[in-house]
């Protein structure tokens, strides 16, 4: 590849970064409850896209494609932690500094969302959060569309159930 091409490339995905980052951002915030994790698992989905940007053949697919990396990333991340906990006969009791109502309903909704399946939760990031169709959230997660509403379906069912559960 000639360095002409290449630094079109680099001027051009960093013209992408500018103009994505804070849909991205949010994105990846929706994907993992630490704001914090949520910025590293967005530049490891940024890096490992800018490796491949120049075979990206549609560049209108850019934000589909991303968001596919931070998903497969936090689930390659989600396995690897999963290896590292260590069962406790008690879980501790957990308190939420913030007192508010918003901040506490936020809190129970992304503990509630962390029972769901790394594949249920994706698919309700991408259609309630992200807005995105049931075909759009397909080609996204490289699945039938049939497959996207029976999986909302059942996590939805497991939130109400959770939620349920936390309220009694």
């Known amino acids: 590849m000639d360095a002409r091409k290449r630094v079109n490339e680099v001027l051009e995905f960093e013209e992408y970064v500018r103009a994505?980052?804070?849909a991205l951002l949010r994105s990846a915030r929706r994907l993992v409850a630490d704001p914090l994790d949520a910025q590293d698992l967005l530049q490891t989905a940024l890096l490992r896209t800018?490796?491949?940007?120049?075979?990206?053949?549609d560049k209108r697919l850019a934000d589909a494609y991303l968001r596919r990396v931070m998903i497969n990333t936090r689930t390659e991340w989600w396995r690897a932690r999963k290896l590292e906990e260590l069962p406790i006969e008690h879980m501790p009791d957990a308190s939420i500094g913030d007192s508010t109502e918003q901040h506490a309903d936020r809190a129970l909704l992304m503990d509630i969302i962390k029972t769901l399946t790394p594949q249920q939760r994706s698919v309700v990031v991408l259609r309630h959060w992200e807005h995105m169709s049931t075909e759009e959230t397909a080609a996204a997660l490289g699945m039938a569309a049939g497959t996207v509403k029976?999986?909302?379906?059942r996590a939805l069912a497991r939130l109400r159930e959770e939620l349920q559960r936390s309220y009694l």
Do not use: A, F, N, P
């Open 20 to 22: 994505r980052h804070d």
């Open 50 to 57: 800018y490796r491949r940007w120049g075979s990206l053949t």
């Open 150 to 153: 029976s999986t909302l379906h």
